[in-house]
């Protein structure tokens, strides 16, 4: 009995350790921000850096689409008051943003996209 709740523990403990690490890296789906990402690079997400100031506009942040919960990368183009982001990507033709799925809630946003690493693949 006690070997299950030391292991049930170390698991909690572990699974709460990565949704808590400051820092995520993403690989970019889609050209939706070229030129400032293309399709395939690596992007460095800082996880910490919003638990201490808002997001601004200019910013790239992660964040979880309304529709479907799946990670997203956009640049912050409005903060309304509540806070609320409109979203928007770099490459207009070929974005699903804020203009589709409408402003977004400070709860939603991951963090702020920090740095480029190279492309995974062509």
Known sequence: MRIIIVTALLVATLAWSVQE?????LIVSGNSMYPFARSGQIVLVNRYVY??????AGDVVAFR???????????????APGPRYHLVGDNHRDS??????????????IGRVESL???VSP
């Open 65 to 79: 689409t309304p529709d479907s919960g799946e990670l997203a990368m956009k640049r912050v183009s409005a903060v």
């Open 117 to 119: 690493g190279r492309r």
């Open 96 to 109: 699903l943003d804020s203009r589709h799925f409408g402003w977004i809630s400070r709860d939603a946003i």
């Open 51 to 56: 638990r201490f100031s808002a997001p601004d």
């Open 21 to 25: 690490l400051p820092a995520a890296f």
